[in-house]
């Protein structure tokens, strides 16, 4: 059984990109969008129900330009969108899948410590 050539789709540094190498490079971007402890917490209090830049600007105690900052790159990446309601926009995870990414890296830091547990009682006994 012979495989497939992966199908080119795009063009990147003069080169045809496979949809393999499309992919790859949404993840990497996608990882980085996700790569500021604000903007993982600005998803985390997204994930009950929209909020307006001042409400987050609250919860996470930094100035209301650097929450719009977080925003504007969660926003580039297609993870939140903002509705504007009179003079408040407020701001929805787009794709509540996103939480299954943040969940699943809550399971693998959980594992890590279970593993520095372990480690550090082998070491003391």
């Keep these: 059984m012979t495989k497939s050539t992966p199908r080119a789709v795009g063009a990147v540094n003069g080169r045809r990109d496979t949809v393999a190498d499309q992919l790859r490079i949404f993840k990497a971007a996608l990882f980085k969008a996700l790569a500021h402890p604000s903007r993982i917490k ?66 693998i830091f959980d594992n890590h410590l279970i593993t520095l547990r372990t480690m550090a009682g082998e070491d003391s006994g």
């Design 42 to 107: 600005i998803l985390d209090l997204l994930r009950e129900r929209s909020l307006t830049v001042s409400e987050l600007q609250v919860e996470l105690g930094i100035e209301p330009s650097s929450v719009s900052q977080q925003l504007a790159i969660l926003r580039a990446q297609h993870l939140v969108d903002g509705r504007r309601e009179g003079t408040n926009v407020h701001y929805s995870v787009r794709d509540p899948h996103i939480f299954t990414l943040l969940d699943a890296a809550r399971v």
